[in-house]
């Protein structure tokens, strides 16, 4: 009972330090860019995308998975093993963004545009002022963001339509 006393103001100490990483900025500033309203992203759908970030004092390695059914677009960041680092919902241009485990390299909101410049935008919006992408014959992109000051590379792992809710055939 006499550890129980000293441990308290420890355990409160820690989940108050927990919320606090969790509200602080994440490092690098967000970027500009377009979003597409997810009432004109065509189809129900799962994609699945390797993701490196680089930069100076950068290399973010993450898969990033995203699912749209009806108008909301889920994108989760997924660390190599596996964990969640962020969880971010768009619901046509409004969006909300969950990072269960505090601060990130890099705000989600760029991979979100990202993603979009990628999949959703013509090749003219994709490419704007600072922000240049470049698709490779297997499949690749690259997206250079002048601007920002960094560079990913997206490589699709997974793209499948989604099945009609109540639809039980394989």
């Keep these: ?94 969006v909300v963004v969950d990072r269960p485990r505090g601060r990130l390299p890099l705000p989600p909101i760029d991979l979100l545009r990202d993603l979009h410049r990628v999949r959703f935008l013509a090749a003219a919006a994709a490419s704007e002022d600072g922000v240049t992408l470049v698709r490779s014959g297997d499949g690749e992109v690259t997206i250079e963001h002048a601007g920002c000051g960094y560079r990913a590379t997206w490589v699709a792992l997974e793209a499948a339509p989604l099945p009609a809710p109540g639809d039980t055939s394989p």
């Design 1 to 94: 009972m006499a550890c129980l006393v000293y441990l308290a103001p420890l355990l409160g100490c820690a989940s108050l330090g927990l919320g606090f990483a969790r509200a602080l900025p994440d490092s690098g500033r967000e970027c500009a860019g377009a979003l597409v309203a997810t009432q004109q992203i065509e189809g129900e759908f799962l994609l699945r995308q390797r993701v490196r970030v680089q930069g100076e004092g950068l290399d973010w390695r993450l898969t990033l998975v995203a699912q749209k059914r009806g108008d909301t677009l889920l994108l989760i960041g997924l660390d190599a093993f596996g964990a969640k680092q962020f969880v971010l919902t768009q619901k046509g241009t409004d």
